[in-house]
Structure formats: structure tokens, C-alpha cells
């Protein structure tokens, strides 16, 4: 304890990684970020997570020294998203794609994510965690995710339930990502919302970065590192990310110490 009081432990140890991290230059940058176990540590249940009191400050500094283009890409709604970044007023990306928040603060609908569908599968999935304690079910607007995050042991049951519904539900697909399963409409990803937006005028011919943690963030860090530009991955894992920052905190700092310097 004492040893990590005084940092010989931890925070001593994820500096070197952090400095491995060129400095980019954000007026020629698009910087998207994910929020849970990327800007924030993960907690057992997705509304437990604690947010770094300068988050929102940090971020509307990026927002300036990017020049608008600071994204934050995320598996939440962007409804829920938003009301854990006060203060930040750029776009978003939520549901893995299937909601945008544009720069007037409206929030676009993937047309893929059916809402008669989507409210059926919530239902389904809704029931079941209700007949499994320690079973966590997630509604979103563009599907549902199941968290076993608080029992483990859950894990198996709630894959083969989403697994079912993902047979019977044409144009949903089942992803895994951290301690959760998650049904979302095809055809739908961070990867696709990013190549997408990256079109866009005010967008087109930056460099993309990506922070992101989880393994449904790797084909967004796979497509912007075969862009030349800068994938990080935030925590263990195999990855496509050329660079890799410890933790949230890692990333905080890092993103805190590109907004220092000066091109
Ligand atoms: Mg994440």
C-alpha cells in the first residue's frame, strides 16, 4: 500500500508507455474516444461508473485544439452518454453507431435499428435477467445488452438467450464485449461510423486517432492504424493498436499532455 502511495507501484510504471506516444498535431486531427474503460474505469453496473471531475473540462479543451473534432464514440445511447459528459456539446457517436449526435445537438436514428424489434428484444431479454439475479439487463435504443459483470457464472446462460434471440431476430447480431453480451443491428460499428463521418466535409483529409478498450473497439483501432493514424488501446488485451496506455487514468493524462503542447 505504502508503495503505491508513493508510486514505485502503478502510476510509476505506465509513465514509460505513455511517453511512447508521439504528440499529434490535433489542428490537423479527428480525435474519437470511447468512454467506458477508455476516459472512465469500468464499475459494476454500467450507471456505477465514477467520472473524473475534469473530464468535462479536458475534453472541451480537445474540442478547441481539435477544431470541433473531437468525437466521443461509445456503446451507451447517447442520451445516457450525455449525461456523464455536462459540459461537452460535440458530436457523438452512441450505440456502436446506431445513434449520432450532430453538432446542433439533434440526435440522428440509425434507420437499421427497428424500434418495434428493438422493444421486443428488450422485453424478452428484460424477463429473463428478471428470473436471473445478478443478470443485468441494459436497454438501449438500438438493442439490448445482457451484463454478468456481478456473476460470472452467468456468463454461458445469457449468451446462449441472446444467442436464441439472435436466430429468430433477423438483422441482429450478437457481439461480445467486456462481461456483457450485446444484440445490435447488422451492419452497424464504431469502424462504420468513422469511415462515415471521416467523409464529411470539416472531417475529410485529418488525421484519425482512436482510444478504445475493449475488443469490439478493434476494428475501429484496426482501420484507423491502417490510416497512418493513431490507434491506442487502453488496458490488456490483443489489439491492432500500435500504442497501448494502461488505464483510463493513463489516457486522461496523455490526452491532458497533448493539449499542453504546442505545434
Ligand atoms: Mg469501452
Known amino acids: 500500500m505504502y508503495y503505491e502511495m508513493i508510486g514505485f507501484h502503478g502510476e510509476a510504471q505506465d509513465e514509460p508507455l505513455t511517453d511512447e506516444i508521439e504528440c499529434p498535431d490535433l489542428s490537423k486531427a479527428t480525435l474519437f474516444l470511447d468512454l467506458d474503460g477508455t ?3 469500468l464499475a459494476p453496473t454500467p450507471d456505477g461508473i465514477q467520472v473524473a471531475p475534469d473530464l468535462g473540462e479536458l475534453l472541451g479543451l480537445l474540442y478547441e485544439r481539435t477544431e470541433g473534432r473531437t468525437v466521443i464514440i461509445s456503446g451507451r445511447a447517447i442520451e445516457d452518454a450525455a449525461q456523464y459528459l455536462q459540459g461537452f456539446g460535440g458530436p457523438m457517436i452512441g450505440g456502436h453507431g446506431a445513434q449520432e449526435r450532430l453538432v446542433d445537438g439533434t440526435i440522428k436514428r440509425h434507420e437499421l435499428a427497428d424500434e418495434t424489434t428493438v422493444q421486443r428484444l428488450g422485453d424478452m431479454a428484460d424477463s429473463f435477467a428478471a428470473t436471473h439475479p445478478g443478470l443485468l439487463c441494459e436497454r438501449k435504443p438500438t438493442g439490448v445488452v445482457l451484463h454478468f459483470r456481478k456473476d460470472e457464472s452467468l456468463a454461458a446462460p445469457a449468451y446462449a438467450f441472446l444467442r436464441a434471440l439472435s436466430e429468430t431476430h433477423r ?18 460499428g464504431k469502424d462504420v461510423s468513422m469511415r462515415k463521418m471521416m467523409q464529411q466535409d470539416g472531417f475529410a ?15 475501429a483501432l484496426q482501420w484507423v492504424a491502417a490510416q497512418g493514424g493513431i490507434a491506442v488501446k487502453i488496458g490488456e488485451g490483443e489489439t491492432a493498436a500500435q500504442a497501448r496506455l494502461e488505464d483510463p487514468s493513463s489516457a486522461r493524462r496523455t490526452l491532458r499532455r497533448w493539449t499542453q503542447k504546442e505545434h
Open 39 to 41: 476516459l472512465v474505469d
Open 171 to 188: 438483422g441482429f447480431d450478437l457481439h461480445h464485449s467486456k462481461m456483457a453480451y450485446e444484440l445490435r443491428p447488422a451492419g452497424i
Open 205 to 219: 483529409g485529418t488525421r484519425p486517432i482512436f482510444f478504445g478498450d475493449d475488443v469490439t473497439d478493434e476494428p
